[in-house]
């Protein structure tokens, strides 16, 4: 029930991973309404898509705590007990992030010596990705926390960039160590003595450099950083499209470069990916985008599935065992 476009891009984008992508899928929400939407898309046929019904939703607008304790029915509430009992492998909301956290955390606990979890995003850069840490989860941090978000974004960018030693960069004003405030030099001395490969720090002007295959940062910054990004490629956009329509000239050129655009947009689309893990919990959880499609929707659900096969919760829970670099 998550998301701007909910009910009925879910619907069509977990109906789109069950029959392209061969997963499992449970929708949880209010049963009449689901089945509604699965009709007007002609139904699931002997697709695997069951539902659970779930009589209440969390509104994007709604207090994350309000919410959690006054909506025990809700569909993410609902979804994350499922889990918790065994019912299915990994959750995916494209709703509201705040009571998702809120009701995996106190559905799932921690993951052994976790002290907060942290919403890790893959971005698009000129080497191909890098997973950003945290982007949003924690908006205020301490030292230890960028040591945990280190070691778990390198775990998981072993599993989903397939990097068998990913080069780690702590976001910051400068390169020199010396650089930041207290909290980022504090947390570079953390960093350097982690069994990672710790590049040091990394300037907001090489984000999407490639240069590193993790970014650490706080949950503030970080999702700043990530808005900006999006804001950025639908601005460029916006104005490419412009200058080539301009002219004759450029109407022309536009013809001979609409396959590299298109190229361009695919690399820089969040629906490619679909979700962001919610690393440091004891189950899987996926965050997908509030303006998520049916592609990215299906792009989520197969991407849960895949972190599923791959085992990421176990090679997670050996990196912060220290026994994976």
Known sequence: MGGD?????????????ARRRDVAVVLVGPAQLIREQIDALGGAGDMPVSIVDAPQAVGMEESALTAHRRKPGSSVRVAVGLVARGGADAIFSAGHTGATFLAARAAFGLLPGVLRPALAVTVPTKAGAAILLD???NMDCEPDHFA????MGAAYARVALHVDRPKVGLLSIGEEAGKGNDLIREAHARLQALPIDFIGNLEAREFFSGRADVIVCDGFTGNIALKVGE????AGEDMLREELGAELVSQIGGLLTRR???RFKQRVDYAATGGA???????????GHGRSSPQAIESGIATAARLVDERMMHGLTEALAGRAS
Request: aromatic share 6%; net charge negative; hydrophobic share 70%.
């Open 260 to 262: 590299a655009f298109a």
């Open 231 to 234: 804001g950025l490629v639908e």
């Open 5 to 17: 476009q909910a009910p009925a891009a879910v619907v069509a984008g977990a109906l789109q991973a």
């Open 135 to 137: 982007a949003g989860a």
């Open 148 to 151: 945990q978000f280190a070691l």
């Open 277 to 287: 893990p919610l690393l440091g919990l004891d189950h899987l959880v996926l965050v």
